[in-house]
């Protein structure tokens, strides 16, 4: 303990609780967190280093510039530190079902999973759905592998959801001529939806008027591009009027030619971790040789580096990343 200057006594920052030190430290970046934080004092090597500060994981952001393999390496990294509390997790590119699977191994507490433009496919989910049940919200944007049977899947074994999220590109169902059996897997397996975007699905009205039948909590609707949904505004106020409904006919960011100028990752990115080619360890040059700074657990042997500048904002509306 400490003495103020009017003489009370006050903790030192250092003496806080490690669940205290993890509630402030949440609102900082990823990049402090991992490589500033723990090198002020021990204390806070060990907040960082458990589970505190990873009830919530969003590295969506940063995984849209990196490589595959260091996403997974993140993600075994932050999840394994988590200790089975992580309450959200939201990353971008998924490329491999074995860390879909790993995702779901330790999604005892999870509520909140946000996977857009991931690889995951029908069957992958199929089989671990049913790690999946705590859920409540749910985000598979831009998931190209996936249909009916994963859509399915999630809300057979997910029966908390209240939200989904499932927007696509209109060049990612180019080649489909229908999608409305994903509105009746919606419509038959997600009752206590309240929050449905389903932005450029190829959707028809029946499809829609399905989901509007079963879904009866629903409170919001994004069918933004759905061109083909004509649905009558004195039946929306009639039987569905606290219902709020986004589109189809909305012009928006998808309307112009900027699909091309979008890339995974981009070797020129404001920043990005690096395997180191020496071994050396991310922490070299700091002077405690205490066991907390051998976290076994740690970067092993990812490198963040800093070109300067900030991330662009990202058009509204519009979860590509920035042309590099």
């Not at 079902?97 to 690889?119: K, N, T, V």
Request: glycine share 6%; aromatic share 10%.
């Amino acid at each position: 303990m400490a003495e103020g200057e009017d003489g009370e006594e006050r903790r030192a920052w250092e003496e806080l609780f490690p669940d205290a030190l993890g509630l402030i430290f949440r609102n900082l970046s990823l990049q402090e967190i991992l490589t500033v934080i723990p090198r002020v004092c021990k204390s806070w090597g060990r907040a960082v280093s458990g589970p505190y500060c990873w009830q919530e994981i969003d590295i969506e952001e940063w995984s849209q510039r990196c490589k595959p393999e260091q996403r997974d390496q993140m993600l075994h990294m932050l999840i394994a530190r988590s200790s089975g509390s992580v309450r959200r997790l939201s990353v971008s590119g998924l490329h491999t079902e074995s860390m879909f699977s790993f995702i779901a191994d330790h999604a005892g507490s999870l509520q909140r999973l946000e996977l857009p433009r991931s690889e995951i496919s029908d069957s992958i989910v199929e089989i671990v759905a049913p790690r999946l049940s705590n859920i409540t919200f749910l985000d598979v944007s831009n998931c190209r592998k996936i249909g009916a049977r994963a859509i399915e899947a999630f809300g057979k074994h997910c029966k908390s959801l209240v939200s989904l999220r499932r927007r696509m590109h209109p060049l990612e169902v180019a080649d489909k001529v229908c999608q409305d059996d994903e509105a009746y897997a919606i419509a038959r397996s997600m009752p206590k939806l309240r929050h449905l975007e389903m932005a450029y699905l190829l959707l028809t009205t029946r499809g829609v008027l399905e989901i509007l039948s079963r879904c009866r909590d629903l409170e919001y609707l994004d069918l933004r591009g759905c061109w083909e949904v004509k649905l009558d505004d004195k039946y929306l106020k009639e039987w569905h009027s606290g219902l709020k409904v986004l589109g189809p006919d909305i012009v928006d960011c998808y309307e112009q030619n900027c699909w091309d100028e979008c890339s995974d990752y981009s070797d020129s990115s404001v920043y990005s971790w690096e395997f180191m080619e020496d071994g050396e360890d991310v922490y070299e040059g700091v002077s405690d040789n205490d066991s907390i700074w051998e976290d076994e657990q740690g970067l092993e042997g990812l490198e963040v580096r800093f070109y300067g500048g900030g991330f662009t904002d990202a058009v509204t509306g519009f979860d590509w990343p920035p042309s590099p």
